[in-house]
């Protein structure tokens, strides 16, 4: 099963703390959203609203077009996986499994066959008569996983999940938490505050700062045209050149920075509309830096010397000083072939579609 959800002005407000500010948010029935952000942002607080384990101080929850604000969470068509999912020591994998079903008054041989689904759909069928401390940590996990779905809820809430396992497990765990999503249909709502992680698995992304919504989109939108700085910052890394439109020509603005005056596309623009004077900055990626003995790029920025240079396999990772001798240094990732070394003056210049603009408020 799978269902809309529908996030309407929710606040939540602890004291005079706003833990959650006016937060309004469509989840289609079927997404595997991400909630991501910093410690303290309000990622929990949302997804323990949508549980129903916090009322909100104003605003509505519905699921599957039911007004759900007031209701408790057990006649909520949800299910919350939290970080320390303890499973049942004592009992085999096909009991903790059905032991939700269990608790709804299913009989055994229903519950059975309905937790060895649950448990071939996690790749674990032939493990069912096994308890949980002959498993290894990520199978473990695959349980919890199946032991929440079995008991159909529309929408299952995942608060970081994987947060208890080691990084080479939790990479695995995401790409199988991704194809189970896949396979159920069901829609996921999972909380991390890695970014790596909400990459890998959402289909879209919700980025949070300070109780609020900073950007929503897919994976790849919110990396190559991030719609706030917070965004922008928390997905991957970025150099960001503080700079002021000094005129706007068509399709153009002349924006000027550190790095000397440059036509910035108005398209690089992702949230408002530049006008002369306007304060600006820009997002460029590391990656797409390019040194001026390349093809492909457009817009020329500035003379910079290389002060330092690592190689890591895929790039080359620089330091770079603009020849001007403005106080900035700009971190570059230099392809393979560019053979980068200290000393060397390029010419660094960007590809016209990979600059992000963004207006200061
Ligand atoms: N019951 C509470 N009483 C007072 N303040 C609270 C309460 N619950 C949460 N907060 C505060 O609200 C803010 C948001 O908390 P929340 O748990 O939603 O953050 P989070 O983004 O999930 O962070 P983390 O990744 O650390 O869990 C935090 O500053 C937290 O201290």
């Known amino acids: 099963m799978t269902a ?40 929990t607080t949302l997804l323990s609203i949508l549980g129903g384990f916090i009322e909100p101080s104003a605003g509505t929850i519905a699921i599957g077009g039911k007004d759900m604000t007031h209701v408790e969470p057990a006649r ?9 999912y303890a499973l049942f020591p004592h009992m085999k994998l096909i009991d903790n499994v059905g032991f939700g079903l269990r608790m709804r008054g299913m009989g055994k041989a229903q519950r059975n066959d309905k937790a060895l689904a649950m448990l071939d759909l996690v790749g674990l069928r032939a493990s069912a008569t096994r308890k949980p401390h002959e498993l290894s940590g990520g199978q ?15 929408v299952l809430l995942l608060d970081e ?23 159920v249909g069901t829609t996921f709502i999972h909380v991390t505050h890695d970014q790596e992680e909400a990459m890998a698995i959402a289909d879209r992304i919700v980025v949070m700062n300070h109780g609020r919504i900073e950007d929503v989109g897919k994976p790849s939108d919110i990396y190559m045209r991030p719609r706030s700085l917070f965004a922008a910052g928390f997905m991957g890394e970025a150099n960001f050149l503080p700079g002021r439109v000094i005129s706007i020509a068509e ?69 770079l000083k603009p020849e001007s001798g403005a106080d900035i240094v700009i971190t570059a990732n ?4 560019a053979h980068p070394k200290p000393g060397d003056m390029l010419d660094l210049s960007v590809k016209a579609d990979t600059i992000v603009a963004l207006i200061e408020a």
Request: aromatic share 4%; net charge positive; glycine share 6%.
């Open 4 to 43: 809309d959800v529908s996030i309407r002005n929710a606040t939540k407000v602890f004291g005079a703390f706003r833990a959650l500010d006016d937060v309004s948010l469509d989840i289609v029935a079927g997404e595997f959203i991400v909630l991501l952000g910093p410690s303290g942002c309000g990622k």
């Open 76 to 84: 909520r068509p949800t299910t919350t996986m939290f970080q320390d």
């Open 140 to 154: 473990r996990q695959r349980v919890a996983v199946a032991r929440a779905l079995a008991v159909d809820p529309d």
């Open 161 to 183: 999940p994987l947060g208890a396992l080691d990084l080479k497990l939790r990479r695995q765990m995401q790409d199988e938490l991704k194809a189970i999503q896949k396979r």
């Open 251 to 319: 399709g153009e603005a002349q924006v000027e920075t550190a790095l000397g005056s440059a036509p910035i596309p108005i398209t690089a623009f992702t949230a408002g509309r530049p006008q002369t004077n306007s304060k600006v900055t820009l997002c460029i990626r590391p990656e797409h830096f390019r040194s001026a003995t390349e093809d492909g790029a457009a817009v020329a920025l500035a003379r910079a010397r290389i002060t330092d240079s690592a190689f890591f396999g895929a790039h080359h990772r620089c330091h």
């Open 334 to 337: 230099l392809p393979q072939t």
